[in-house]
């Protein structure tokens, strides 16, 4: 083993440690081997404190990469592996169906620490949880088809006892029961997405239960949750550290949205988005009157009915004192609940509001068209949105509406 190659394997060992790299970059370019100071380039970019030469070393970078990316990419894409780089050095790669376990070893060579993973038929997943590479990744994405046939439950429940070093786990398009579920909720992770993962609420509310005391970020979009889920995360004593949790386009009711309001476990949440939900005026209430949620920055309830009556609980609000942007399009808020908002006593701290497609101004509406004439899609005039900003304009001056 040359000295170069020792220098390498302390950066697979340690990538996050700049120290290695720094040896390593230092002793190509004593060899005039370009790769080093384009080595050199990405850390001092990485470290930002080039901000007056911050462009020209980054277009160095570049054209050094540029010269050489077919000769450091090349033995990726035998294996059909796609690799990014950062730092100078791999650190992403992009692999489908069985070209994993031909990648794996030539993978675990470099300081890969995230892997995307697309598999392409049953089983696949299976294989990938037999992988040594999988205790050295941080990051894992699986995405499936749309049908979430190719990530199924029996792979995703040998999976599971392999993630433990994992900081980052997202599933695109899976089929994930209650045991899997049950499976995903330990190990270091700091961050979740399960979008479109075909949970149900027994799946939500194990994840919800979930031993997940370093946790800060919970993406759960587009699933079957309903109030169980949202009562599993407002009694869990384990999410103190959660900043963010997207619930959006599931079927949380009105009961797991008070839940999820008065619940005295959650103190770090600071964005929380329930849009196309389906609680109404009461959920909305509870938070409008929840003492609890004083952390709240963002908020997002597009598409729940909330109607007129919930708008006026939001716009009085005395509890939300620090919510800073708040989501309120399509919620049948009408000329009432529009003008609620704009007669508000309540949300002194609020600065964003998108309070767009309410019932006012609807004849706005129209088609795109291209210059045949072929409709291409349509939206709202500018004047409709301006007409509603005009209402806000004198009193709120300084707020944007959306």
Not at 9 to 25: G, L
Not at 98 to 103: G, S, V
Not at 151 to 158: I, K, P, S, V, W
Not at 320 to 334: F, M, N, P, Q, S
Request: net charge negative; hydrophobic share 45%; aromatic share 6%.
């Amino acid at each position: 083993m040359t000295a170069g190659d020792e220098l390498y394997a302390r950066i697979v060992a340690s990538p996050e440690d700049d120290a290695p790299r720094v040896a390593y970059a230092d002793w190509l370019v004593a060899r005039g081997d370009p790769r080093g100071e384009y080595i050199q380039c990405e850390l001092a970019i990485a470290r930002r404190g080039l901000t007056a030469v911050r462009d020209e070393v980054d277009a160095r970078a570049h054209a050094l990469f540029a010269a050489h990316e077919k000769e450091s990419t090349a033995p990726f894409e035998a294996v059909d592996a796609v690799v990014s780089f950062a730092c100078g050095l791999p650190y992403r790669a992009r692999a489908t169906g069985r070209a994993i376990l031909a990648a794996s070893e030539l993978l675990m060579r470099h300081p890969i620490r995230e892997l995307w993973f697309y598999p392409s038929e049953p089983g696949d997943v299976a294989a990938l949880a037999q992988l040594p590479l999988l205790s050295q990744l941080r990051a894992l994405e699986l995405n499936g088809s749309p049908t979430g046939r190719h990530l199924d439950a029996a792979g995703l429940r040998a999976l599971a006892p392999r993630l433990g070093n994992l900081r980052k786990l997202s599933m695109y398009h899976c089929t994930l029961d209650g045991d899997g579920a049950a499976g995903l909720a330990a190990g270091a992770l700091e961050e979740v997405v399960l979008a479109g993962a075909g949970i149900f609420d027994g799946g939500g509310a194990a994840l919800g239960a979930a031993r997940w005391d370093r946790v800060e970020s919970v993406r759960m979009a587009d699933n079957e949750l309903g109030r169980n889920t949202a009562s599993a995360f407002a009694c869990n004593p384990r999410l103190g550290r959660l900043a963010r949790l997207d619930l959006t386009q599931n079927r949380i009711d009105d009961a797991g949205a008070a839940a999820l309001a008065h619940s005295a476990l959650l103190p770090a949440l600071v964005e929380l988005q329930l849009a196309r939900n389906t609680l109404g005026e009461v959920g909305t209430a509870a938070f409008a009157r929840a003492p609890e949620r004083r952390g709240l920055v963002t908020r997002d309830l597009g598409g729940c009915r909330i109607g007129g009556a919930g708008a006026s609980a939001l716009a009085e609000s005395r509890s939300l004192a620090e919510l800073a942007r708040l989501v309120v399009t399509e919620c049948d808020l009408g000329v009432s609940g529009t003008t609620a908002f704009v007669e508000r006593s309540g949300l002194p701290a609020l600065r964003e509001l998108a309070i767009s497609r309410n019932g006012i101004l609807t004849a706005a509406y129209e088609d795109y068209t291209d210059w045949s004439g072929t409709v291409v899609g349509g939206g709202y005039r500018p004047e409709a949105l301006n007409a509603i900003r005009a209402r806000f304009a004198t009193r709120w001056p300084e707020l944007r509406i959306e």
